[in-house]
Nanobody, 123 residues
Framework: QLQLVESGGGLVQSGGSLRLSCTAS???????MFWFRQAPGKEREWVSC????????KYVDSVKGRFTISRDYAKNTAYLQMNSLKPEDTAVYYC?????????????????WGQGTQVTVSS
């Protein structure tokens, strides 16, 4: 069964750090990786992505300088290192993949999604 599984969420104080993982049951080598988040009462927001070709990365402005996306093909895992967390980062975080390989996705269509992991940042 092809699936993505996120882990690493939790409760952290403002200014703290968490590292989210997204592990695939298939090889990630041809996929661009994406992280999204959805806070209560808000629409899903794109957070970051990494291209399958060059490893180029992009971030939403609100997390630039604080979050870092990376991948480990040997482990079929992508990561989102989140530092200097703020209460407004509180959300369910989802990973997704796009077989087209581009970051950002030109189609906004994603092949697989994870189930989400909760991140709560207390003030």
């Amino acid at each position: 069964q092809l699936q993505l599984v996120e882990s690493g969420g939790g409760l952290v104080q403002s200014g703290g750090s968490l590292r989210l993982s997204c592990t695939a049951s298939f090889t990630l080598k041809n996929y661009a990786m994406f992280w999204f988040r959805q806070a209560p009462g808000k629409e899903r927001e794109w957070v970051s992505c990494i291209s399958s070709f060059s490893g180029a990365t992009k971030y939403v402005d609100s997390v630039k300088g604080r979050f870092t996306i990376s991948r480990d093909y040997a482990k079929n895992t992508a990561y989102l290192q989140m530092n200097s967390l703020k209460p407004e980062d509180t959300a369910v975080y989802y990973c997704a993949v796009d077989g087209g390989g581009w970051c950002p996705s030109p189609t906004n269509e994603y092949d697989f999604w994870g189930q989400g992991t909760q991140v709560t940042v207390s003030s």
